[in-house]
């Protein structure tokens, strides 16, 4: 097994993927920075971990004051800017501390130039094409920017349209959308099974795509969705990327910021609990079949039929530019998934919407913690007992 580099850090080729709301906050993505990863913070709504700004902004949901979102989303960059620092002091500059935030967000630009001022190492970008990021990021160049995309055509787009503005991608993703949870990189649910989002098509088209452009060896290719062991670690690695993502894997870590029965519903989910369907945001998704999910999918074609355009925002502050239930849109989702999210963060059962990826996890249904996970990730050897940090230097790869 290989490290990689990225903006001359050499890491562990192990990179924890954003999962939102709060539930990869600053104190799972400082663990998994600590060891020598890239841990991430899920950059929507993370004022809900912060009782003070809760108390601030709980009562604006409502809508009825003018400001409402204005001043929810200013306590929510407040929030972003804690996790990132406490994402910071816990990895004691160690590995990589980035910032995802979906394209998607009516609150993108501002959450990128935040993540920026606040110091991140690395923004990623997914749910949309983030043609505009290295405008956003001129004034920081030391900091990495990473999209996400699912084939080879996304990634030609993006690092031509990027090179005519004087700036590479420093990473880019590729999530498979057959694998990955949350929201996935397909134009619609049939199109989950298409060959072409396959690692091994994409991965070496890419690759020779960069060495057609003179990018040979420049831009690390991540893989993610599906990712359970040190042999799909070692199977990828063969394929040309340098090194994988890993979400639900990192979900269900005792230092994940979620409530530990959302932890729970990830871990015992079988394959038969996870199923597809189309988002708020018109993009597919994954998630586990749980109550509220059940019922939502019983009642989709009835709430579809009677869409329509809704004066504001369930919770006053509009996460998403294009939003299926506020915008009646028919053929999006017809729900609030911001609402939703944070009921499953809770860990509320009969509320939550729980994202999940359609694999299995490394340590089956028992909840483990980010040292352990890493560990069995790169020495695939299980760990009868957490391991202490400095086991896991780059150097001791095998």
């Known amino acids: 097994m290989r490290p990689w580099r990225i903006r001359d ?15 990869s906050a600053g104190g799972l993505a400082g663990a998994v920075a600590a060891l020598g990863g890239v841990g ?19 009562h604006l949901e409502s809508g009825k004051e003018p400001d409402a979102r204005e001043r929810i989303n200013a306590a929510n960059l407040v929030a972003l800017d804690r996790e990132i620092q406490r994402a910071r002091l816990i990895s004691q500059g160690r590995g990589m501390v980035a910032v995802n935030i979906m394209k998607a967000l009516s609150a993108y630009e501002i959450y990128v130039r935040q993540s920026l001022e606040s110091g991140a190492d690395a923004v990623v970008v997914g749910a949309g094409l983030p043609l505009d990021l290295p405008e956003l990021a001129k004034d920081h160049p030391e900091t990495a920017l990473i999209p996400i995309l699912s084939d080879a055509r996304g990634v030609q787009l993006i690092v031509k349209k990027w090179e005519k503005k004087g700036r590479l991608p420093d990473a880019i993703v590729i999530e498979h959308p057959r694998l990955a949870g949350g929201h996935l990189g397909a134009a619609k649910v049939a199109d989950l099974q298409d060959p072409r989002f396959n690692f091994e098509n994409v991965i070496p088209q890419s690759l020779e795509f960069f060495k057609s452009a003179g990018l040979e060896g420049k831009i690390p290719l991540i893989a993610a969705g599906g990712i359970s062991s040190r042999k799909d670690i070692l199977r990828l690695q063969g394929l040309g990327a340098s090194a994988v993502q890993m979400g639900t894997a990192f979900a269900v870590t005792l230092e994940c910021d979620a409530d530990p029965a959302f932890k729970q519903v990830l871990a015992n989910a079988t394959p038969e609990d996870v199923v597809e369907f189309i988002s708020v945001a018109g993009l597919p998704a994954r998630g586990v079949r749980t109550h509220w999910l059940n019922k939502y999918l019983r009642v989709e074609p ?76 790169v020495t695939g050897n299980r760990p009868a007992e957490p391991v202490p940090s400095d086991a896991f230097k780059t150097g001791a790869l095998a």
Not at 46 to 53: A, F
Not at 352 to 373: N, Q, T, Y
């Open 9 to 23: 850090r050499e890491l562990l080729p192990v990179v924890q993927g954003g999962m939102g709301v709060g539930v």
């Open 40 to 58: 991430t913070v899920s950059s929507v709504d993370l004022r809900r971990l912060h009782p003070d700004l809760m108390a601030q902004t709980r």
């Open 302 to 377: 009835k709430l579809k039929a009677v869409a329509h355009v809704k004066e504001r925002c369930n919770m006053a502050f509009d996460c998403l530019a294009h939003c299926g239930l506020r915008d009646g849109k028919a053929d999006m989702g017809q729900f609030c998934i911001d609402q939703q999210l944070a009921h499953a963060w809770e860990g509320d059962q009969q509320r939550g919407l729980f994202f999940r990826g359609a694999g299995s996890l490394p340590f089956g249904k028992d909840i483990r913690s980010v040292h352990d996970l890493v560990s069995w990730m």
